[in-house]
């Protein structure tokens, strides 16, 4: 499962024997823990902005829940498939994976990262798994060569192991240099993939972990450990950030506009690749929590005709029971969302039911390339939920305020940034940077770099401090 | 190589259970309003068919 080029790094390391007591991947762990791009995961949203309630996840706690499922999806997958120990999948570069596969979005969730796009369309673009790759490989500062040579690419950020950098690409795709190379239905979106400057890097790391001769699309088994992994923490703890929040409890899903369903509908037909109605997102909503609407035979009066069963109800007690059945659902729902146990052991068992629904499929040939995937069932469970919980949130007008917001703050202070002598206003790492690169994309990669690594706190203050009429904040350090 | 235990998606979650079960035992109000009786029995299990009263529909 991993050759000695796995471990390999961009700027080579003397081997020190002091450390030979733990695997290079494990040192990569320690890299990623104690830098402060991953520190910074903690001021950055998730779905809730977190300044509104401490209970929210963060970047930084989703990234740790992510890390600690696809660990456990590891373990579980050497243990049930009874891997032999050249074949098994280690666990502490899925959790690398897990801890390290968010630190590229910008602040303000989703809507910094189209902000940062629409501004460095003609530059590059942006994106949230291009920029990780470029933390991790260029902006962290634990490596560097020679600075001396005027343009060139001295940085090597953490210097992680080709085979650490391999788990956090998610997407084999080079994002277009300018606006007009886009095809039509990208123009407007972040595209997925990685930037035109890291495409030497990738190669590199292609040649290293699946070999020179290697050709098609590139995934890690790590890294689709990883994805799974988001994808069961985003379907089971956004959902339990809404219950805990009090903005929905299930039976309210039942209650939502037709729009919900239908964009949900779309979205996890994408996902299975196959068709998937709003009639299929109800049925699946249903199926998770339709055993609130199951009632004793005794609610109802037993009926026959028609050489059928039925359950009556008296015409006179049809209102009291109606109201009463309907009390009772509605209590259930309440406390499934409000009962901290009751919550707890239904994402538990969410989560749970989750990673035992993981299949392997080793590739012999590519052995680094190996595939798992959710059983189809579970795969339908966990798009409908981590969407259906997106899009009933995204349209309510508190989020939608918060949104605008954070979109409109980050184009503002790329505005100022890029304006004349704008550069004085970066820490001088920055601008040092700003001022090593000779062409313009590289300088406006820079920028983008500073913005990206803002946390949604230091971003509304940085947007204050050039906008707001507080003098208080002019004095304050960068 | 070994091959994984499969779990079900179609058992309901035991939580919601919970769930319904603290809404029938503490919430006073809720009793079978065509019985009088309580929904479930104390202790929670669920009245069975002896709290029905069988009627035929005549066409």
Known sequence: MYSEKDSAREYPEPDDPN???????????????HSPAFR?????????????????????????????????????INSVYKLKVADQINPDIC?????????????????????????????????????????????????????????????????????????????DNVIPQVSEDRIESQKNHAIKGFYYSELPLVKTIKTNVAGPDFEGKFKTIECRIMDIADDIAYSTYDLEDGFKAG???????????????????????????????????????????????EFPESSFVKAEGDDKTYFAIEESKAKATFANLTNIAFTASKNLADN???????TSGLVGEAVNGVEYFPDPQHPALSKVQLRRDLLIRVEVLKNFTFESQILSPRL??????????????????IDDEGWRLMPADYQRNFHHFLDLPNKYRCIGDFIAGMTDRYAIEFYGRLKSENPETIFKPF | ?????????????SAIEKAKDKAYNETYHFRDSQTGQSSRKEGGAINEKQDSIKITIKK
């Open chain 1, 247 to 293: 903005f929905y409890h299930p039976v309210m899903f039942f209650c939502y506009p037709g729009e919900v369903f239908e964009n949900v509908a779309r979205k996890v037909a994408k996902a299975i690749d196959g068709p998937f109605s709003a009639a299929d997102v109800r049925e699946e909503l249903l199926r998770i929590f339709g055993s609130i609407y």
């Open chain 1, 400 to 417: 939608k305020v918060s949104e605008f917001r954070g979109k409109e703050i980050v184009k503002e202070i790329f505005k100022a940034l």
């Open chain 1, 40 to 76: 910074r995961l903690q001021g950055k949203t998730q779905l809730y902005p977190g300044l509104e309630s401490d209970f929210f996840r963060n970047r930084l706690t989703h990234s740790l829940e992510v890390a600690q499922i696809a660990k456990s999806i590891a373990i579980r």
């Open chain 1, 95 to 171: 959790e690398f994976a897990g801890l390290a596969h968010d630190l590229g979005h910008p602040p303000f969730g989703h809507q910094g990262e189209e902000a940062l796009d629409e501004c460095l369309r003609d530059f590059g673009g942006f994106e949230g798994n291009a920029q990780t790759l470029r933390i991790l490989s260029r902006i962290e500062k634990r490596a560097k060569g020679q600075l001396e040579t005027k343009d060139n690419e001295y940085r090597f950020g953490l210097n992680v192991c080709y085979r650490s950098l391999a788990s956090i690409l998610k997407y």
């Open chain 1, 340 to 346: 901290g146990y009751i919550r707890t052991e239904f």
């Open chain 2, 1 to 13: 190589m070994g091959k994984a235990k499969t779990n079900d998606s179609t058992k309901s979650f």
């Open chain 1, 19 to 33: 450390e030979n007591y733990r695997s290079p991947f494990r040192k990569d762990y320690g890299r990623l823990i």
